[in-house]
C-alpha cells in the first residue's frame, strides 16, 4: 500500500491531542469539572469517556474485540475525577495507548479484520471510526473551554484575521506539507 495513510493519520490525531491540551490549559481547574446540565458532560467526564475508550480499543486489538469485557463504559460517564492532575493523567495514558498501538502498525496491517462488539472492520476503518470519534469529542471539550476561559486565546486563525493569515501563506513557495505540521512544529517550540 504505502499510501503514507498512517503517518497522515498519526499527525491528524496527534494535531487533535494538541488541541485539546492547548484548550485544558486555558480553563481554570474548577471549571473542567462544571457541566452546562444534567444532560451534558462536562471536560472532565469526555477526559474520561475518550480514556475507556482509547484502551478498550486499542489494547491488543489486533487480537482481541475492541470492546472489552473489563470496561465499564456508562461508569465513564460517572464524574469521580477528584483534579485535573487525575483527569490528564487519564488523558495522556489514553492517548499514549492509542498512538502506541498507531505507532506499531505497517500499511499491510491496514487491511486485517479486527472486531469492535463482534463487528469486523478493516484496521483503517477502524482508524477512520476513531478519527472522527475522537475528534467529535476534542471538538466537544473546545466548545466548552471557550465558554469557561477566562481569557480565550485562538487554536487557529483568530476571528477577523484571515485575510493577513492568507496573504502570509499566499506569499510562500508552493510545498507539500501536512496541514498539521506547522502546529505541531509551534507545540515542540512551546515544550
Sequence with gaps: MNSGYLESVIKQFEYYKMLGEKTISQIPEEKL????????NSIATIVKHL?????????????????????????????????????????????????????SLTDEDLTQIIYIRNQGHTVLEAINRQLAHYSYHVGQIVFIGKMCAEQWSSLSIPKGQSTGYNANKFSNPRERQHFTDEYLEAKKREI
Design 51 to 103: 480514556w475507556g475508550n482509547m484502551l478498550s480499543r486499542w489494547t491488543d486489538f489486533l487480537t482481541s474485540d475492541g470492546e472489552k469485557e473489563w470496561r465499564d463504559r456508562d461508569a465513564e460517564f460517572v464524574l469521580d475525577i477528584l483534579d485535573k492532575d487525575e483527569m490528564m493523567a487519564k488523558w495522556n495514558e489514553g492517548w499514549r495507548v492509542f498512538l502506541d498501538a498507531l505507532c
Design 33 to 40: 469539572f462544571w457541566q452546562y446540565n444534567e444532560e451534558s
